[in-house]
Structure formats: C-alpha cells, structure tokens
C-alpha cells in the first residue's frame, strides 16, 4: 500500500512528512506511455504534492510546473482523501542520460517557474509561485516553502526506473523547522538530512516512510497520522460537457458541423468520452439562451 505519514520531530521543532508511492507512479506511467525520464520528473512532482497534501483536512493542493524545458508542462494534484493525479505535458520527451542518470533537470528546465495552487473550498484558491532554481524539482519546491510560504523546508524527492521502464522506487520526505526549533535542533537537521543519502537508496534498502524519519531523527519522532495515498482521476462525464461549453458558441458550432459526435480523451487517466450531437446541440441552446 501507498501512504504518507505525517508527524513532529524533535519535541515539535519540526513538522515532518515521509511518503512511498511507488504503484500510484507505475500506474500513471503505464496509463500514460511516459519515457523514463518523464516518469522521473512526474513521479518526484507527484510524491512532493503528496507531502503537500498530507496536513489538508479538506479540499486539494495543485503543483504546477513549467520551466521551459522539453517536458513542457508538468502537474500533480492531491487531496485531503489522499488521490493523487498528474500529467506531463510532452510524456514521450527522454533525453540522453548523464553518467547513467536520468536528466531530470535538463528536461523540466529552469527557466521558469513553480506553482502551489491551494483549494480549500473558499471562494478563491490561494496561488504562489516561485522562479525555478534548479529543475529537479525537490530544490525548487524546498525554495518555494521557504522563500513563498515563509516556513524554513528541506525537501527530498526520488523516482529510480528500472531498465524496462517500469517504477522501482518513488518516494521523498519533507522536513519543515517550527518557531521554537534552537540553532542547536537545527544543526541536528541539516547533518542528519545531509547524512542521510537518497531517498531511492533508502526505500531500497526496505525502509518505510516511517523508518525514513526516525533514521533523520533518531527516537524523537512522533508520528501523528498514516494517510492511503493512490491513483484517482476526477474526471466525469459532467466536467467533460462542462470544458466543451466553455470553448463557447463559436468552437461549438465548428463541432456540430462536422456532423458528429465529439471524442474527449482526459490527459490524466486517458479515458475516453464520446459527446453525442444532440448533448452538442444542447449544450449550444443552454449557452444561446438568455440569461
């Protein structure tokens, strides 16, 4: 089972998340066809939304990814439920890896930016966003926490593909310094973190979530939740009728003229939705009438 732990560490100097979330990548690798290094890239975008989405009580968190690389656009979404969602943009793009690893960096790009989109059910969601400072994804979201959000984070993200394609490991942990943390406590944080070595070398060696963060902290962590995390897409019949009437009158038209029915496939889990013509020309009389 995937899942996200939630917890304090260190008397509560620090807020501490640890997530594993190997089969929620695999399954949106092979839903979407992604190249190695794009299940690389989405993989650390989904488990960092992962650890984002770990203290909501309600609502979803959304990170959105640009940085003018090959991928094009990156997106990962989660909720309070503990679904996971996300997509890349160019899935195929796969360049040449450097010293036999993936060139996660150079195919996100930094030229850019990182957004974390908040919806909590208020009547605006909250939006942040950051330039990008490395593409690799972990760093930038560490910058943004720190620099955006105000809370001190370091952030650790890992995605190891096998030689076939298919995920081996996925995963990360988030480590955030509360106000009454000492310089002492702080110290502590940054060898251990620094000591600590990569996520995928330490899901490798069979650790959990859990032990991950009592491996940072040694007998001073308390965990305060375990959270299912999995694959789940909202896309319905509804939001699909919902987009198509957003394009409006004109586009609509052009749809209903060539005579028929409109084919929608979800970029997110690839499920395909057939809009006869006669729910086109409904959706047309409903945008046509007075309102």
């Known amino acids: ?142 910058y943004y926490l720190t620099v955006s959000e105000q809370i001190p984070s370091a952030v650790a993200l890992g995605v190891l593909v096998e030689v076939d394609g298919s995920v081996k490991e996925a995963g990360g942990f988030l480590v955030q310094r509360m106000p009454g943390a000492s310089e002492e406590d702080l110290r502590a944080a940054e060898e251990a973190i620094s000591k600590a070595g990569m996520v995928t070398q330490l899901l490798s060696q069979g650790l959990s979530p859990e032990d991950i963060l009592e491996k940072l902290f040694p007998g001073r962590v308390e965990i305060l939740e375990k959270r299912e995390v999995r694959f789940r897409c909202r896309c319905s019949r509804e939001r699909v009728e919902n987009a198509l009437a957003a394009l409006g009158r004109e586009e609509l038209l052009k749809l209903i003229e060539k005579n028929e029915p409109a084919r929608v496939t979800c970029h997110f889990c690839r499920q395909e939705y057939e809009v006869p013509l006669e729910d086109l020309r409904r959706l047309l009389s409903e945008l046509e009438k007075p309102h």
Not at 9 to 23: H, P, Q, T, Y
Not at 71 to 97: K, S, T, Y
Not at 133 to 142: C, F, M, N, R
């Open 1 to 142: 089972m995937a899942y996200v732990v939630r917890g304090l560490a260190r008397e509560g100097s620090f807020r501490v998340f640890a997530v594993e979330c190997r089969e929620v990548v695999e399954e949106v690798r092979r839903l979407q066809g992604l190249s190695p290094t794009a299940t690389a890239a989405l993989g650390r975008a989904l488990a960092g939304v992962a650890l984002l989405a770990a203290d909501l009580k309600t609502g979803r968190v959304m990170l959105q990814i640009n940085g003018g690389g090959p991928l094009g656009e990156i997106l990962a979404e989660g909720d309070a439920e503990g679904n996971l969602r996300g997509m890349v943009q160019h899935p195929w793009v796969h360049p040449e890896p450097r010293g036999g690893k993936l060139s996660v960096g150079e195919a996100v790009g930094k030229q850019g930016f990182l957004s974390v989109i908040r919806d909590l059910g208020l009547k605006e969601p909250y939006q942040g966003s950051v330039p990008l400072v490395s593409g690799e994804i972990a760093q930038d979201l560490a």
